[in-house]
């Protein structure tokens, strides 16, 4: 076996772990799990540690389990968080958990005759047919209130003075995720849970559940909730979430987001959400460091995980893309981009409409750009001239020299021209 938590720790992925733990992996193969919350049909990057933990398990030749939390996605965890969610019904909860599945299918290897093949499992399965009175006589006896009071999820809620209490259902959540430890142990032969550094408690009420009902020895690892260096939120941007749904946060976004990463928050990034290996990340860091305005470190991360994520061919769009704006492109860079992710790229730029008959009847790029666009571009014909004249306008990236030119250019998506004016000045033209 490989040794998986030597692994994680260079990674800098360990923030607590049960002593034995390396030991008891490197004796056969063995089942582990982490736990994802439904609430939603597509993971965002906050979940991707956990992930890459599931996946370098499976590398290092153990079972992986992704548990979609069913039964306590209609609870809610305490951990961390002021106020309860939003309960889900089951046809929500389903579709929630087909489309994960999918996007893990990108990471962990569900399919083959493998012995270490990923499994996904739901708790709401085997958690639906519980009673109340059964819960409490065979599970809920077995663990003191006094022991799940202690717990530093539940005394940060109970102590808040801007929260208003904790309710039954969500005091009961430990219980709960402990018992699926439990039943995953006793089906399963799952001996280790994983998860973020806030979820410590929740998992050591399973390995206890396991002791006292189960008999036997279990195994907790979590890692750091990661941070950024500037005290800005981990995966958040203007728009809310950076999703791996390529419908809720494009390649394009998704990739500038990495490439945006701080020079700090790189080189801590590249080991967690790569698989490159340790003599390449420290290479490309000292790379890094000896010329830190190439953002040599910053370009690889962003390169790797949005193929990881989306494809090679979404990262290729996202290049060109980021290319338009902050390198040198060509009209049939420009052309090869599509509509969602030409708007993207010019989000803010100055924008005017105008009707197809128009365009068809303008005369020269010299009235296009000042009269018939209304002067957004150009205030006057004379202004544009002279620009023009001077090699400082471009239409499509096609740098324009004669003020009398036609208007014939193949319209961006069938509706866009982008007209520049110097360096940094775009403005979009659509075409209705």
């Not at 699926?180 to 399973?206: K, P, R, V």
């Not at 999703?243 to 790189?266: G, K, V």
């Not at 690889?300 to 980021?322: C, G, N, Q, W, Y």
Request: hydrophobic letters at 40%; proline letters at 3%.
């Amino acid at each position: 076996m490989k040794d998986f938590v030597a692994e994680l720790k260079w990674r800098g992925m360990i923030h607590d772990v049960m002593p034995g733990t390396d030991e008891h992996l490197m004796e056969s193969m063995r089942a582990a799990y982490v736990g994802i919350d439904p609430t939603a049909d597509s993971l965002h990057i906050g979940h991707l540690v956990s992930v890459m933990m599931l996946k370098h398990f499976q590398e290092c030749g153990h079972k992986p389990y992704a548990l979609v939390g069913g039964a306590t996605g209609m609870i809610g965890d305490p951990s961390g968080k002021s106020n309860e969610r939003n309960l889900l019904d089951e046809a929500t909860l389903r579709h929630n958990q087909d489309a994960l599945k999918e996007q893990l299918s990108r990471f962990l290897d569900f399919d083959s005759d493998a012995p270490n093949a990923a499994k996904l499992v739901n708790n709401y399965d085997w958690m639906k047919e519980f009673s109340f009175l059964s819960f409490i006589r065979d599970v809920g006896k077995h663990i003191t209130v006094n022991y799940m009071m202690a717990k530093d999820s539940v005394k940060k809620r109970l102590s808040s003075e801007s929260a208003e209490g904790m309710s039954f259902t969500e005091f009961t959540y430990q219980l709960v995720q402990g018992y699926d430890f439990l039943h995953l142990y006793q089906e399963a032969d799952c001996t280790l849970q994983m998860g973020g550094s806030d979820q410590w408690g929740n998992i050591t009420t399973g390995t206890e559940l396991i002791r006292r009902i189960g008999g036997g020895k279990a195994f907790a690892l979590t890692c750091p909730l990661i941070t950024k260096a500037d005290g800005t939120k981990f995966g958040k941007t203007e728009g809310g979430n950076v999703w791996l749904d390529a419908e809720r946060t494009s390649p394009y976004q998704f990739y500038q987001y990495w490439l945006n990463t701080s020079d700090e928050d790189a080189e801590k990034y590249i080991k967690i959400f790569t698989f490159l290996k340790q003599d390449e990340i420290e290479g490309l860091i000292a790379e890094h460091r000896e010329a830190p305005h190439a953002r040599a470190l910053q370009r690889r991360l962003a390169e790797e995980i949005t193929i990881m994520v989306h494809s090679k061919e979404d990262l290729d769009m996202a290049m060109k893309a980021s290319d338009i704006l902050f390198g040198k492109s060509t009209t049939e860079d420009l052309a090869a981009i599509n509509e969602k992710t030409l708007l993207q790229v010019f989000e803010g730029v100055p924008q005017v409409e105008i009707s197809k008959s128009t365009l068809n009847a303008v005369t020269n790029v010299t009235d296009l750009l000042s009269e018939v666009t209304e002067g957004i571009i150009f205030p006057s014909k004379g202004e544009a001239r002279k620009m023009i004249k001077g090699g400082g306008v471009s239409i499509n990236k096609g740098k324009i020299t004669d003020p009398n030119a036609e208007v014939a250019f193949d319209l961006l998506q069938d509706k866009y021209l982008l007209a520049q004016k110097g360096k940094k000045n775009y403005y979009l033209i659509k075409v209705n």
